[in-house]
C-alpha cells in the first residue's frame, strides 16, 4: 500500500492507494501546523482501514514548490518512514498534483500555488498522448500579471481565491477558462495515482538526494 503526503501549502492531505485504486483520503486546510497536525492523521487513516505503518510498501510525497516549513515537515515525515520501513520513496512536483486533477482539453493550461505576499508559483502545461505534460520550468507571478501574454483560451487552475478568479476573469475575458473550485483542490489521492506509476515504473528516488523545490525568480506566464 503506498502512502501519499502532501504539507507542500496550506491545503494539506493525505491518501493511502492499494496499487488498484484510492482507498482512503483527507485533504484539508492547515491552521499553520502541519507537523502537529499530520502525525496523528496518518495512523488514523492506516486503522480505518485496518491497516498499519508497516503494511506500507510505497510513499509519494509532495515536494514543491510551495511553503519552505510545510515542505520540509512533508518530505521529513516520508523520509522517516521510508528508511524505517525499508520501502521506496518518489517526489512528485506539487504542481503536477494539481494539473493532475483536470480533464485533458485541447486548450494549454496554467496551473498556480499561492507563493505568498500576493505572488503565484505556476507551470505551462500542454496535451501529450492523452494527458497533460509540463512546459518549461516554475515561474512566479502575480494574480494581476498572470495571462497578459496568453495568446488564446487557456485554462487556469489551481489556488485562487474568489476575489483572484474574479479579477482574472474580467481582466482576461475569453483568454481565460477558470477551473471550477472543487477541481482546483489539491488532492493527495492524484498524488497517489502519480506515485504509483512511478514506483511501478521502477523510477524510485534516491532517499538521501531527495529535495524540495523551492520557488525560483520571477518571470512572466
Given at each position: 500500500?503506498?502512502?501519499?503526503?502532501d504539507?507542500?501549502?496550506?491545503?494539506a492531505?493525505l491518501?493511502?492507494?492499494d496499487?488498484g485504486?484510492v482507498?482512503?483520503?483527507?485533504?484539508?486546510?492547515?491552521?499553520?501546523r502541519?507537523?502537529v497536525?499530520l502525525?496523528?492523521?496518518?495512523?488514523?487513516l492506516?486503522?480505518?482501514?485496518?491497516a498499519?505503518a508497516?503494511?506500507?510498501t510505497a510513499l509519494?510525497?509532495?515536494?514543491g514548490p510551495?511553503s519552505?516549513?510545510?515542505?520540509r515537515?512533508g518530505l521529513a515525515?516520508?523520509k522517516g518512514l521510508?528508511?524505517?520501513?525499508?520501502i521506496?520513496?518518489?517526489g512528485?512536483?506539487?504542481?503536477?498534483?494539481?494539473a493532475?486533477a483536470?480533464?485533458v482539453?485541447?486548450e494549454?493550461?496554467?496551473a498556480?500555488?499561492q507563493?505568498g505576499r500576493?505572488?503565484l508559483?505556476?507551470?505551462?502545461y500542454r496535451?501529450?498522448?492523452g494527458?497533460w505534460?509540463?512546459?518549461?520550468?516554475?515561474?512566479?507571478t502575480?494574480?494581476?500579471?498572470?495571462?497578459?501574454?496568453?495568446?488564446?483560451?487557456t485554462l487556469?487552475?489551481?489556488e485562487?481565491d474568489a476575489?483572484?478568479?474574479?479579477?482574472?476573469?474580467?481582466?482576461?475575458?475569453?483568454?481565460?477558462?477558470l477551473a471550477?473550485?472543487?477541481h482546483?483542490?489539491?488532492?493527495a489521492?492524484f498524488?497517489a495515482e502519480?506515485?504509483?506509476?512511478r514506483v511501478?515504473?521502477?523510477?524510485?528516488?534516491?532517499?538521501?538526494?531527495l529535495?524540495?523545490?523551492y520557488?525560483?525568480?520571477?518571470g512572466g506566464?
Amino acid at each position: 500500500m503506498l502512502l501519499a503526503i502532501d504539507t507542500a501549502t496550506q491545503q494539506a492531505s493525505l491518501a493511502l492507494h492499494d496499487g488498484g485504486r484510492v482507498r482512503a483520503e483527507m485533504t484539508w486546510e492547515t491552521a499553520g501546523r502541519p507537523s502537529v497536525e499530520l502525525m496523528p492523521r496518518i495512523p488514523w487513516l492506516l486503522e480505518h482501514l485496518g491497516a498499519k505503518a508497516a503494511d506500507l510498501t510505497a510513499l509519494a510525497v509532495s515536494i514543491g514548490p510551495g511553503s519552505f516549513t510545510g515542505l520540509r515537515i512533508g518530505l521529513a515525515i516520508a523520509k522517516g518512514l521510508s528508511l524505517a520501513n525499508a520501502i521506496p520513496i518518489v517526489g512528485i512536483p506539487t504542481l503536477d498534483v494539481v494539473a493532475a486533477a483536470q480533464p485533458v482539453r485541447k486548450e494549454p493550461m496554467v496551473a498556480v500555488l499561492q507563493a505568498g505576499r500576493g505572488k503565484l508559483a505556476a507551470m505551462r502545461y500542454r496535451r501529450a498522448r492523452g494527458e497533460w505534460r509540463a512546459q518549461g520550468d516554475v515561474l512566479v507571478t502575480t494574480a494581476e500579471r498572470i495571462g497578459d501574454e496568453w495568446p488564446g483560451p487557456t485554462l487556469l487552475c489551481g489556488e485562487l481565491d474568489a476575489a483572484e478568479r474574479a479579477s482574472i476573469g474580467a481582466r482576461l475575458g475569453d483568454r481565460v477558462i477558470l477551473a471550477d473550485p472543487a477541481h482546483c483542490l489539491r488532492r493527495a489521492g492524484f498524488l497517489a495515482e502519480l506515485g504509483w506509476r512511478r514506483v511501478r515504473s521502477g523510477a524510485i528516488d534516491d532517499l538521501d538526494a531527495l529535495k524540495p523545490i523551492y520557488l525560483p525568480t520571477a518571470g512572466g506566464i
